[in-house]
């Protein structure tokens, strides 16, 4: 059973930025697609940003050209950096290991952004 731990969050004013790493036990990391989702209160999780074991990367339309995912293997973290963050930024940040059927979350960080 992997475990993620995320860290970074913290309160930012619009236009600033933050940078969220995940770190993640076990030997398999590298085998792992990772991806950071977010929830923002009365809304439904949603995913920002997703890097396969290949390096492939996927983003949500409304983080494209702020944020960046990447992966350190040597190190079993991956990280978000985010860009000129927005209000509507402002979510709890959970960390996920996909690998097959295999789906591993962690407890999430809050990131809040200020106008």
């Known amino acids: 059973q992997a475990q993620l731990v995320e860290s970074g969050g913290g309160l930012v004013q619009a236009g600033g930025s933050l940078r969220l790493s995940c770190v993640t036990s076990g030997s398999i990391f590298s085998r792992y697609t990772m991806r950071w989702f977010r929830q923002a209160p009365g809304k439904q999780r949603e995913l920002v940003a997703e890097?396969?074991?290949?390096?492939?990367?996927n983003y949500a339309d409304s983080v494209k050209g702020r944020f960046a995912i990447s992966r350190d293997n040597a190190k079993n973290t991956v990280y978000l950096q985010m860009n000129s963050l927005k209000p509507d930024d402002t979510a709890v940040y959970y960390c996920?290991?996909?690998?097959?059927?295999?789906?591993?979350w962690g407890q999430g960080t809050q990131v809040t952004v200020s106008s």
């Open positions: 996920n290991a996909r690998l097959g059927l295999l789906s591993h």
């Open positions: 890097i396969t074991n290949s390096g492939s990367t």
